[in-house]
């Protein structure tokens, strides 16, 4: 198909589970998956195969004893190596011409489309994601490639200004250089090839730093832009730790910019380190940053309260609450606070937990030990800054259930006041806090009590209601009468405000142009 005849983009469309067709092939995707654990994968810089000797290895979640993969950790040398390749290949790749560049790209989105069961077994058994959260996942990031192809195309061309007379006068958007794409661990496919196809298909070259904690889906990406012709020169996997080599790389006279999605702290000093000028450095760093929320779903009195209880659970509890749009406060009206908080609690014991591979549980494991121990820390918290109602039964620092899976049950602390640090730090677990408002403009105030500023809903039936909302509810994504979840590419694009990021939209009209540069260029005519 000739690029200018593209179809409109249409988001991916999701098997559905519940049929048993789709349930063998998701059984056999596993089988084949589990048949390459404990594989063993090298380093790759500028083609080159580079094995460290110190492995890194990622984990089942749900089962720790099992190694999905083993991977090996760079060094600063590395590191400093990775930057210098990538700018060597820079002028090439960026001469590539955009129909090029976009031609290989939506190669990789049919290889992807070819391979998504497969993926989504990589994301339920490294990740701890359900089926239907892998599907999403996959698929968003299928979706990145197909609407990131049709962006380039119309901005790969010169772009409409206003003509002085006796001038032809055009402005033309070029690559920046080297860009360092720093994805998470909780969406390692859709952030992961969201970040780092934005950066190639605007003609730069980039260096992919993983997740230590899910290199392996990172890893089956790589070989999926290879599979579709992207050159090695123009992208390079490097695993390992962020305090060993991720510094390194955004510290680096060479790197241009940094995409990073992860926590506020991190984000903070990424963003410090990319504003200090150094030797041989001839610009200022560009910083694209999605740091994370304190989520919060708004149910006004006269809300319809069974949809405002399915959709504040979808939110909270949707992969363990590990979701920077994650609802992790209710703010509910006084009139309806009690019997918004019975229907909560029924609804929230009927969450099945474990396995992520067994699909009739709604919640799997969280990501690790150390992401366990600091969620059960806040639910300790919690019990003393308000009414337990439903899970924390786990807390206390036990051991995990049998089979060593990170398991915690969704909990539900209420009566929890705006000072507690349940309703304003992210815990990024399965914790929802709740808290009773006096009415709208109380709850509009409660919401807005944040440092951050990513996502939130409002259950409404109240036109007038829902334009104060529309106005003075400050995030960048919000939504009335439906989850605060499940951002589609094109239809909403994703980024928040304050400490929530750079107020970036991925999956929005204007996100390639954090990976460009305007050029103007005026010639005298006649």
């Known amino acids: 198909m000739a690029l200018a005849t593209l179809p409109e983009f249409r988001n991916e469309p999701y098997a559905d589970f ?21 594989r063993e994968y090298l380093l790759r810089i500028g083609g080159e195969w580079i094995a460290t000797g110190d492995p890194l290895v990622s ?43 976009v031609r290989l790209l939506l190669e990789a989105a049919r290889i992807l489309r070819a391979r998504k069961m497969e993926f989504d077994a990589w994301l339920v058994l490294e990740a701890g994601k359900s089926w239907p959260e892998a599907e999403a996942d996959v698929s968003e990031g299928i979706d990145f490639c197909e609407y990131y ?45 969201g970040m780092a196809v934005a950066s190639l298909v605007a003609g730069n070259t980039a260096i992919v730093k993983p997740s ?8 089956k990406f790589a070989e999926v832009l290879l599979e579709a012709g992207f050159p090695e020169g123009c992208f390079t996997l490097l695993t390992g730790s962020g305090s060993t080599v991720g510094d390194v790389l955004v510290e680096h006279p060479k790197t241009r910019f940094i995409s990073f999605t992860g926590s506020r702290d991190v984000g903070l000093r990424i963003n410090e380190l990319a504003a200090r000028h150094r030797p041989g450095q001839i610009w200022i760093k560009r910083v694209i940053a999605e740091m994370g929320g304190k989520d ?94 439903a899970g924390g039964e786990a807390a206390g620092g036990e051991a995990p259930p049998s ?13 929890v006041e705006p000072c507690a640090r349940i ?37 409404s ?22 989850k605060c979840t499940g951002a589609m590419v094109g239809a909403h694009p994703f980024g928040g405000f304050n400490m929530s990021g750079t107020d970036s939209k991925a999956g929005g009209p204007d996100y390639l142009l954090l990976f460009l540069q305007a050029k103007s260029v005026a010639a005298k005519v006649g």
């Open 18 to 38: 519940s049929q048993p067709a789709v349930r063998q092939a998701a059984a056999g995707a596993l089988r084949q998956v589990r048949s390459e654990f404990g």
């Open 59 to 101: 984990v089942n979640p749900s089962n720790p004893r099992e190694a999905v993969g083993i991977h090996h950790r760079a060094t600063p040398e590395l590191a400093n190596h990775a930057v210098e390749a990538a700018h060597a290949y820079f002028p090439q790749w960026s001469r590539t011409p955009a129909a090029e560049r």
């Open 149 to 193: 192809a049709r962006e380039m195309l119309r901005l790969a061309g010169p772009q409409r200004v206003h003509q002085l007379p006796g001038e032809h006068d055009e402005m033309i958007y070029i690559p920046l250089g080297v860009g360092v794409v720093i994805p998470p661990w909780n969406f390692p496919a859709a952030i992961l090839i």
């Open 212 to 219: 230590s904690e899910t290199p392996t889906i990172a890893a």
């Open 296 to 389: 919060a779903i708004v149910v006004d009195a006269d809300a319809d309260l069974d949809k405002a209880v399915d959709g504040v659970l979808a939110s909270a509890f949707g992969y363990q609450g590990q979701k920077c749009s994650a609802c992790s406060r209710a703010i509910v009206d006084a009139q309806v606070y009690d019997p918004f908080l019975e229907k909560l609690a029924a609804k929230t014991k009927n969450i099945k937990v474990g396995a992520s591979e067994d699909f009739g549980n709604y919640m799997g494991p969280v990501i690790s030990e150390t992401a366990r121990k600091t969620i059960l820390g806040y639910i300790e918290t919690g019990k003393r800054e308000g009414r337990l109602i």
């Open 403 to 415: 089979g060593g899976g990170y398991f915690i049950p969704p909990t539900i602390v209420a009566d």
């Open 423 to 459: 309703f304003q730090e992210e815990i990024f677990g399965p914790v929802l806090a709740v808290t009773k408002a006096r009415d709208f403009e109380h709850a509009l105030g409660l919401a807005n009590d944040s440092q951050y500023g990513l996502t939130g809903a409002v259950f």
């Open 461 to 482: 039936n109240d036109a007038d209601h829902l334009r104060q909302a529309q106005e003075r509810f400050h995030v960048g994504n919000l939504y009335f009468n439906r």
